[in-house]
């Protein structure tokens, strides 16, 4: 598989994203889905300009994502890929992307969230969504920057 890291960050390209993870990870490609996005050109723009110098970047909905890499269309590149929530990331998972794990970085306080970090709230619909996903043997982290320790999500929501 080339994808070499999946994260799960509302703000999708940013400064950690675009200089500390990508640089450490040593990815050449990012990799952003989400249905909401593929549609807005403003962020598409945006995201154009967040990305590193030299590194590929492509901008898909859920299904064109699953499409993608279940084709192996980013087979010889090391992907980093991106989502703007849980249920995208779970969605890509449950579509058969063959992901074992993920990171979860930033995803703001809302109505009906609760944080379980800095930086990290959780509505209920996403409690479930990464209890099932862990029942089912996904490794997910919670980890802002990649100094910040890896530990289990699952330590945060007790």
Do not use: C
């Not at 549609?39 to 590193?52: G, T, V």
């Amino acid at each position: 598989m080339s994808i070499i890291h999946a994260r799960v960050d509302e703000r999708l390209i940013h400064g950690q994203v675009a200089t500390v993870w990508t640089n450490l990870l040593g990815a050449n490609r990012i990799i952003v889905v989400n249905d909401k996005v593929v549609h807005d050109k403003m962020q598409i723009n945006a995201l154009k300009l967040a990305r590193p110098t030299g590194v590929k970047l492509s901008i898909l909905s859920i299904n064109k994502g699953i499409e993608n890499i279940k084709n192996g269309k980013y087979d010889d590149d090391k992907a980093f890929l991106i989502t703007r929530n849980i249920q995208d990331m779970k969605n890509l998972i449950d579509g058969g992307i063959g992901l074992t794990q993920f990171n979860v970085g930033n995803i703001s306080s809302k109505p009906g969230s609760k944080s379980i970090k800095n930086s990290v709230a959780l509505t209920q619909d996403d409690v479930d969504a990464i209890n099932e996903l862990i029942g089912e043997g996904i490794k997910i982290t919670a980890q802002m920057v990649p100094g910040e320790s890896d530990a289990s999500i699952a330590t945060f929501l007790k």
